[in-house]
């Protein structure tokens, strides 16, 4: 019976090979496309999951009341893990945690290595298995360290890198160290990445504030005991808090700050491992989004769905050329259920078909969807168990339903009905019709949110950010050498170059660097009563004018004033902070002894991403401050050129260190590699959305035209004309289309507005987004319907009588 039922389903379908055609194209795209989609959500959805004991281990975060509202951070003072250690109990293992460059020397080899310094417990909370060496504590001894194993490739070749010594440059020295253990790569889901571990206490900055709770530099995280919870770890940790953060509590009530919901003014909250990917603090508040993995799933849900609504439209629009042959199988003793399981044999075929060439489609395409859209995703994700049983399961359970509702619809026709070859279309109108809305409203949506993303793109592109980004070169000051010699060298070598214009430094980058860097200073001190915070930045002469700031009030750093190095520049911003009518009369204090002046004020520029309000910035300019990136004026002219002249020289000053040089343009473009990820990735549905929902609309156009045949011949007889003949055919699906935008039109307004809000400069929502996005998908509707309704108007009418 079940090979009788799948002899007549694949001859029904070679029957009508165009339909088949169709359907298996628009399910084989869908399902190739959700499979890829999928897979980079789930990716990102499992980040930090393959640690042992990620459900009990957590980040620790601070939250503070401040007389401007609440305010959050993950930057700790030293001292506080070993205080939490000894005073709050259910702590299991505790770790505080650093990330910088370590540049790393073994014989000729020099490398500028992502080093982590952390304390002993780090690999015994998390799961990054040791290969060689110490198994249990690697970083029990302060001089070892502990490497990976593309590191020791890197470092050693093919030598046994157990027990080799390296030298690795800390506060300008270098230091000896031994590597005692090997792991493996860091997983590509890990938050945490390093090429190298280092025990805490050997950072630079440790030394200088292993006992002052002001400086705040390192994360913390911490493994809590089975069976104790964050919130029985955060009441533990109040007295302690009250304790130590006293004089900021103090000084935070007098500046009019308000408690919060719990009376406190300073607490620290717990984020778990499985959520530091997803977290961020806007306004002080913690914020857990997995926005992005979801709405790529709900895009492979959308595409899925339109390719099923698809073949259910052309399964009921079909039935009606198959009515008389369901009567004749009834009239011979069909019962309900043969016919139904007829009818799912025959989505069977086709469901089975396309989703073994979506497979295909996904593993050939896959290479350049990581590429196109900067994931990791690999065909081990595929080939799991988990993922073949789970995409089997769904393939089924979407066979049974979207091939089970066509197949119910047609097994339930009367016989006598069914023989007389009519249907009550007006029910399956509106089904079809139904479906057909859903279907652009969708594809109305993608488009809107494609348009008004790269509209936010475009203008984050061209915005004027206050510093000239295009004629400007950064790189990291790798090397060994001091700094202020470093780029002092530089200017030497560069000073004869005609296209080379000024030469400057920061301890800060613009934008997203080669070496993919970013960071921040935080400063805070007591101004005439009050609070202030503002961002700290190490700068080397010539910073403002090679980066084209604008001063409005003072001057910039100038060689000559020996005072310079015990003055500040401040941004307006930091003027604003401050409140001072005239800002040169402010300063700013950097120890209980020491104040800094305020010699001159630059007009504000975004020194971070644009999803953020330009906040205060202080610059110093002090010898014994590090500087790590250096900043290359360049002419217009032939920049290439003057590039290969600058990593010339740069090899030169430091022939071992790597050079990393790119325009500021690329580095504050990488700045919005995930905007642009979700552009592309919105944009790419929005065309396959509308390609699949023009295959179902090409094809009910073909059933109407057919079905309609002799009425168009008899128009034409008595006189109708292509165009009216034409606009009878296509004013139905056309007002589909305008249902559809009228449903889709405010969603997509709420959705784009709520995600805009995201963003301290953004642009401003406009009635012509959502009115092009309608008008594009009436423009292709018209032309999929009317490639075939023009071809039956301009047809003979004689041939169109004749039809049967």
Not at 11 to 36: E, H, P, Y
Not at 71 to 82: I, M, Q, T
Not at 313 to 324: F, V
Not at 477 to 487: F, M, P, R, T, W
Request: aromatic share 12%.
């Amino acid at each position: 019976m079940l090979k009788n039922y799948l002899t007549i389903g694949w001859r029904n379908l070679m029957k009508d090979k165009t339909f088949t055609f169709l359907n298996v194209l628009g399910l084989s795209v869908a399902f190739g496309v959700a499979i890829l989609l999928s897979m980079a959500a789930f990716f990102d959805l499992s980040y930090d999951k393959f640690h042992a004991h990620a459900e009990n281990i957590y980040r620790i975060y601070s939250s503070e009341q401040t007389a401007k509202g609440k305010d959050a951070s993950v930057s700790h003072p030293a001292p506080l893990a070993e205080a939490l250690k000894a005073e709050v109990p259910g702590i299991e293992r505790i770790s505080r945690h650093v990330q910088d460059d370590a540049l790393t020397t073994y014989g000729d080899t020099e490398l500028n290595l992502d080093a982590v310094w952390v304390d002993k417990d780090f690999f015994a909370m998390f799961s990054f298995p040791a290969l060689k060496g110490n198994m249990d504590n690697p970083l029990e001894n302060q001089s070892s360290i502990v490497i990976t194993e593309s590191t020791a490739k890197k470092l050693f070749g093919q030598m046994e890198a157990i027990g080799q010594t390296v030298n690795i440059l800390i506060s300008g020295e270098e230091q000896p160290f031994t590597v005692s253990s090997v792991v493996a790569d860091n997983p590509s889901q890990s938050t945490l990445e390093f090429d190298l571990a280092i025990r805490f206490e050997k950072h630079y900055e440790y030394s200088g504030n292993r006992e002052s709770w002001d400086n705040r530099y390192h994360d913390i995280y911490v493994q809590l005991q089975n069976g104790v919870s964050p919130e029985q770890f955060e009441k533990s940790s109040r007295p302690l808090i009250a304790l130590r953060y006293q004089e900021q509590i103090e000084n935070a009530k007098r500046d009019g700050a308000r408690a919060n919901a719990d009376g406190l003014y300073w607490q620290i909250g717990l984020l778990s491992m499985t959520d530091v990917h997803f977290a961020s603090f806007p306004n002080g508040f913690l914020k857990i989004s997995r926005m992005e993995p979801y709405l790529i799933l709900g895009i492979a849900f959308l595409i899925l769905f339109i390719a099923c609504v698809n073949f259910i439209n052309m399964s009921i629009a079909k039935s009606t050329q198959r009515l008389r042959e369901i009567g004749m199988r009834k009239t011979l003793g069909a019962q309900k259920p043969q016919l139904f399981f007829q009818f799912c044999s025959e989505s069977f075929f086709v469901f089975m078909a396309s989703a073994g060439i979506g497979i295909i489609m996904s593993i050939v395409l896959l290479n350049d969807f990581r590429t196109i859209f900067r994931t990791d995703v690999s065909l081990e994700m595929v080939a799991s168990p988990w993922a073949i049983s789970g995409f089997l399961g769904v393939v089924l359970l979407i066979t049974l339903i979207v091939g089970g509702y066509p197949a119910l619809l047609m097994s339930k026709l009367g016989t006598i009905q069914s023989l007389k070859g009519k249907l009550d279309a007006s029910g399956k109108n509106r089904v079809r019709d139904v479906l057909m809305v859903v279907q652009f409203s969708i594809a109305i949506l993608l488009i809107s949110g494609t348009l008004i993303l790269w509209s936010q793109l475009d203008f984050m592109r061209n915005k004027n950010l206050g510093f000239n980004k295009e004629q400007v070169i950064s790189f990291p000051l790798d090397g060994k050498k001091n700094s202020y010699e470093a780029v002092q060298l530089l200017r030497d070598e560069l000073r004869g170059n005609p296209d080379v214009l000024n030469v400057t430094a920061a301890d800060n980058n613009l934008g997203y660097g080669l070496d993919g860097s970013s960071s921040k200073s935080l400063y805070g001190y007591e101004y005439k009563g009050r609070m202030v915070g503002t961002n700290f930045l190490t700068v080397d002469y010539d910073y403002v004018e090679t980066l084209g700031l604008q001063m409005v009030a003072g001057r910039n750093f100038q060689r000559g004033f020996a005072n310079d190095s015990l003055s500040v520049v401040i941004n307006e911003a930091m003027a604003r902070e401050l409140g001072e009518d005239d800002p040169l009369t402010a300063y700013v204090m950097m120890n209980d002894s020491i104040q800094y002046p305020v010699i001159g004020v630059v007009k504000d520029y975004n020194f971070e991403r644009l999803d953020k309000a330009i906040e205060p910035l202080t610059m110093f300019i002090n010898s014994n401050w590090d500087l790590y990136y250096a900043y290359v004026k360049v002419a217009p002219r032939d920049m290439v050129k003057t590039m290969d002249a600058v990593q010339q020289a740069w090899v030169r000053i430091e022939p071992n260190a790597e050079f990393l040089g790119s325009f500021l343009d690329e580095n504050v473009d990488r700045t919005f590699r995930r905007e642009k990820v979700m552009a592309t990735l919105i944009t790419s549905g929005s065309v396959i959305a509308i390609v699949l929902s023009c295959i179902g609309l090409f094809a009910i156009s073909l059933l109407v035209v057919n079905q309609r045949t002799k009425e168009i011949g008899i128009r034409k007889v008595i006189g109708a004309s292509v165009s009216s003949i034409t606009f009878m055919l296509t004013k139905d699906f056309l007002k589909l289309v305008i249902i559809a935008f009228l449903i889709a039109s405010p969603i997509a307004w709420w959705s784009m507005n709520e995600w805009l809000k995201g963003y301290a400069f953004r642009i401003e929502l406009n009635v012509w987004f959502f009115i092009g996005a309608g008008m594009l998908a009436m423009v292709i509707a018209f032309l999929t319907v009317g490639t075939r309704t023009v071809k039956a108007a301009l047809q003979n009418p004689v041939k169109s009588l004749r039809t049967e």
